[in-house]
């Protein structure tokens, strides 16, 4: 190793516009990766990691100027014509940053043709290669494809092998997996890490998790309001945090519940569903309809105070599966009971009497809300729809919110004046509203940054264990489901994969999938947490 | 608030001032005609004349006419902006509302709009009936009813998948609870914005249809019914042309200018890419 | 891709149909049909031919039926005006119409697009300023009120009178009505092509390309303008009935020989049966150029083309 890092930035600083609600995104930063390493930065939202990269490529937003420090690449100013060739880039989004209308292999062709890789033919070829290389099956196909026509994962291997086209000695690559699912994620990042050490570059990662971290990183810079806090070898920051942020982030990784003693007698089920299958229609060729099975024969069982787990990755039906226990979809077949009722001939017309017993809260805390209604008549709406005086019903939102955490005072106000995590409160508090016994979580603390998921996490528990609701916590991610679910239910295109109770599921997983999705979790060695472990109460 | 906008709203409330009492401003009636006085210029631009913006082929005084002819331009563009606001977003609504055939239905007719230009549609139906000012205060508050339709369509159906719909079902809000109350306001924007864009055309139809000579007939007038008149005189009677195009012009654009400011206030997508 | 083809040609075909039958039941609505489309001086005889040829004894399916049966054999009724067919008069006048406007969607695409690109790319300049102030301009100036002032300046100032008869056939007198005509559309292709080509270059893959190395002007040409390109063309099928519009009002202006006199003409003489050719006509260019905008957009983005089996 060479004594000139790939990359040095000192005393960067990167101003806001005025009337931000700081005065900087970045604020006195200094880094160095030298060849071969993996620095990852770790932030929150907000935290400025991204301004930083975006500064190091020189593509800061307009409003966005760099007003001290220096960024050194191999110990000289950047030269943009090095982007591409010498340092390569990995986005978030890869569909998104693929142009839409321009097959692939026309793309990476260009990325080539630029450089200064002479001849169609030529082009075409390393092209090819390049795509193999990324371990894209049928490199043929992709080439000819458009953007839409693959899926997330393939474009970022698309995305990654413009990076690599000439062994760049720098790689940026800006939370590459957030977009993906976890066996996605795990194939990329091993992928990444592969090709990187295989070339010796340097790897800039940017990310907001702890786990993803454990993982990759050799190096890791904390940031927080656009300040690093702290920064060290990756097992240093990991087990033993020195700043009190960088411990806050580690605790509100979600840990996984202590084992419980299997009860002599399990409660009453609250919600039963029998062979649930849900399809919705499509049209393929001039009229033919065909039926695309979004649910397939799902039973599961919630039982009263309980927590069940549907963990699924995207496309997996979970989301069309609460739209059924919902009946807020006609189902094709199956029997759902709430509180031991048959609502199966119901349809979506459920009556208000049983609608009550169950709410949800959802994934989006800024769609949930409606942006022209305060959020006190909000929660007050949900309890009037059920019955309650005009008076009762202000009585009961002012109690939930200021259960939920929210001051009195916020009664009055609209959602836009508060943060996600807050929103996702008041929406708890509207579900509430009712008193359902049953309350479905989709994704709802999917959206929200680490610390802000921890203190919703112990919000749910906490308000289950005072008010004795069930619940169904649908999630992508098993970290989250391993920290509250008693049962986990599988699913995948629609199908259960596998059921039963969380330890079993964790500890003794059955089905290959299962297997494939608990080997996809970040940080399986648990660096940064204790994920693995059943270890006390997080 | 920019100056072109805080401009373009003196200008409006002035308009709406002269319509509602400009026939205070002068002792002649907007009818009544001078034989001796035919075609005297503007009195203003020191022609010498009595009449401050002169008088038309038969002696009329032009400010009577402009502001009777304002007062109808008004009337039609408000009234008529506001059936196609009514009639287009209640058919989007229920287009939303319904889906399946019903929406089919109301959208095949956006589809047949589109293939006929309001002014054509107009002229057609001005041909075959004898022409009322109510026939064509409907056909020219048609303008575009077919924007409207499409637009609030799109907007509920996009308010319709937003979070707190799903969770008023979930609460068990009756429809017509989660269309009024939580949909229709988050619409409203949108039908806002679309107002001011539709309320110049449905201005600039009226008056190409009364410059044709084929809407509003005389003895009302309107201000495209005095630049006809005043068409085959532009050489020897400008005024007759100008003044009345001025206005017109001018009310379009201060609509228009509003209405963007109104949209980047109201649209937070478009903040950022001011107009003027 | 057949698919969707399919379904725009047939949904096309549905819009005329009932274009059509609108057509119809507004002329049955409004009076005796045979006296309107049998040649004027008919003596009764062809008339009462006329009444029972269109069926008027029969019950109203089969006029309907008949009534487009006879569009099939090109009998459009005939002019009371001038007796001759409606079709003769409108093909007549249509060469005119076509020059003009085609001229004026030329002057406006052209101009609207190169101006729309220029304000985007100096985006928040004089010139883009001056650009957004014009489309407003364009859009809220009434295009008889324009014309009318192009006359009347041509003739202080250039003492030119356009559109005066016998005025030999110029450039100029052309490209004053054409410009007149093209003037809405112009601004609204401006505008729409500026937001169009900013939202394009604020798109993250605007900023993948200039982090993979690819020089502005092929970012700019091989990427942001065509993706760009996609809603104009959307435009294209809009402003055309701008055009068509437009003419009526701005041929009378410019006295200009073409079918929107004509259109006025039939209207004032209440010429039903070349009211209805025409009213027919301009469903059928709308109805045509809708589709091919429709097909075109389905050529440039590949994601409209829907899944690989179609």
Known sequence: MSDTPILRLSDVSISLPTGSDRTHAVRNLSLRIAPGQCLCLVGESGSGKSVTGQAVLGVLPPALRQTSGSIAFRGAPLDTRQRGREIGTIFQEPTASLDPIMRIGDQLEEVLMVHGVRGRRARRARALELLDAVKLPEPERIHRAYPHEVSGGQAQRVVIAMALAFDPMLLIADEPTTALDVTTQAEILRLLRELQTARGSGLLFITHDLGVVADIADHVVVMQHGNAVEEGPVERVLSAPAHPYTRKLVAALPRRRAAQPPPSLRPDPVLEAEGVSLTYRGTTGLFRRTEIAAVQDVSLTLRRGETHGIVGESGSGKSSLVRCLLHLEQRKSGRIRIMGQDTTD????????????????????????????????????????????????????????????LSAQSYTRFPHEFSGGQRQRICIARALATEPEILIADEAVSALDVSIQAQILALFRELQERLGFAMLFVTHDLRVASAICDDITVLRAGQVVEQGPMDQIFDAPRDPYTRALLDAVPDKAGRAGNFPAASGEG | MPLVVKLSLIFLVLFVLFALFGTYLTPYGYRQTALMHRLEAPGLFGSGSEYPLGTDARGRDLVARLAVGAQVTLLVAVAGTLIGAVIGSALGLIAAARRGYTEAAIMTGVDVQLSLPIIIVALFVLAMFDSSFMLLLFLIGLTGWEAYARLVRAATLSARNQGYVTAQRVLGASALRIYLRHILPNVFNVI????????????????????????????????????????????????????????????????????????????????????? | MARIVTLKILRAVITLLIAVSLVFFFIRLSGDPALALAPPDAPPAVVEEYRTRLGLDQPLLTQYLRYIGGMFQGDFGYSIHTGRSAQSLFFERLPATLLLGLTALAIALGLGVTLGLIAALRHNSIIDRFVMGFSVFAFAMPNFFFGLLVVLSGALFFGVFFGGSGATRSFGQLLAPAATLGLAAMGSFARFTRSSLLETLNKPFMTALAVRGVPPRRRLLRHAIPNAAIPVVTMLGLSLGGIVAGAVVTEQVFSWPGIGRLLIRSVETRDIAVLQFIVLMVALTMTVTNLLVDLVYVILDPRMRGGQNG
């Open chain 1, 346 to 405: 119901w349809g979506t017309g459920l009556p208000r009497s049983i609608r009550q017993r169950l709410q949800i809260v959802l994934q989006d805390p800024y769609t949930a809300l409606n942006p022209r209604q305060r959020i006190g008549d909000a929660v007050a709406e949900a309890a009037r729809i059920h019955g309650a005086s005009a008076d009762q019903a202000r009585d009961r939102a002012r109690t939930l919110l200021e259960r939920v955490g």
């Open chain 2, 192 to 276: 806002l914005v679309q107002f001011t864009v539709n309320m110049p055309l449905t201005i600039l139809l009226e008056t190409a249809l009364s410059f044709l000579g084929l809407g509003v007939q005389p003895p009302m007038t309107s201000l495209g019914q005095i630049m006809s008149e005043g068409r085959d005189r532009l050489l020897n009677a400008w005024w007759l042309t100008l003044f009345p195009g001025m206005l017109i012009f001018l009310l379009a654009l201060s609509i228009s200018l509003v209405g963007d400011w109104l949209r980047d206030r109201l649209d937070p997508t478009l903040r950022g890419r001011r107009m003027t």
